[in-house]
């Protein structure tokens, strides 16, 4: 049971670089999300998407970008990484976007940005 | 704005007693809420959901409450064992469509033997 996979699981940039974190779920969700995680702050909303091809913004998205190609897949791009984005990022997914479904978490992205 | 608090201080108990964990919301009223548990270095674990209309939803040593009156949930782990040591996150829904879940930021729980 692979569940919602995430790579890579730590990562280094410099300001300015982009990168593509990534997410994968085998479990045929609707329903996928991309949170980060900081200390004292709790886990914050980033995008969003409740099925393949619709994509939707959460609390924090700028400097984001998301797609939803496939209902496997939700990449989260980073297009100019700044130091304010060091963080971890977890991917979640669920069989629908309501509110009465568990979630399912990766083990999470620990990103750095110098 | 939508607020949920829960106990940032660390939660010491002694092995075999009951862990009391507390979430507190305020200004919106939530149609459900759920509570997973976080260990480091790991992703959140789904444990428990209770809808509002529910009092109380237990799960063999777990328990769960959910005051709609006093906006609190309370989240009980009885005869608890150092293997409980974890944060536990409260997470209402957010009280809109598929927006996702709400988090609070967690009490760090530690079962001491």
């Known amino acids: 049971n692979a569940g919602v996979t995430q790579t890579p699981k730590f990562q280094v940039l410099k300001t300015g670089q982009s990168m593509t974190l990534q997410c994968a779920q085998d479990?045929?969700?609707?329903?996928m999300s991309w949170y980060r995680q900081d200390p004292g702050m709790g886990l914050r909303l980033i995008h969003y998407?409740?099925?393949?091809?619709?994509?939707d913004q959460g609390e924090v998205p700028n400097g984001y970008n998301v797609s939803r190609s496939t209902t496997e897949d939700f990449p989260l791009r980073l297009l100019s990484a700044a130091p304010s984005q060091t963080s971890v990022y977890f991917c979640?997914?669920?069989?629908?976007?309501?509110?009465?479904?568990?979630?399912?978490f990766g083990d999470g992205t620990r990103l750095s940005i110098l | 704005s939508q607020k949920i608090e829960q106990n940032s201080e660390a939660l010491n108990i002694q092995e075999g007693k009951t862990a009391t964990l507390t979430c507190n919301y305020t200004?919106?009223?939530?149609?459900?809420l759920q509570w997973y548990r976080q260990d480091p270095g790991r992703g959140p674990v789904f444990l428990l959901l209770?809808?509002?209309?529910?009092k109380e939803k237990r799960k063999e040593r777990l328990k769960v409450t959910f005051d709609t009156t006093l906006k609190q949930s309370l989240f009980h782990i009885t005869a608890s064992q150092p293997a409980d040591s974890a944060t536990y996150l409260c997470?209402?829904?957010?009280?809109?469509?598929?927006?996702?879940?709400?988090f609070g930021k967690g009490t760090h729980l530690i079962i001491q033997p």
């Open positions: 209770i809808r509002e209309n529910e």
């Open positions: 997470a209402p829904d957010s009280g809109g469509g598929a927006d996702g879940l709400t």
């Open positions: 979640a997914s669920s069989k629908t976007g309501k509110n009465n479904q568990p979630q399912h």
């Open positions: 479990m045929n969700h609707e329903y």
């Open positions: 998407s409740v099925g393949a091809g619709i994509t």
């Open positions: 200004n919106y009223s939530p149609a459900y």
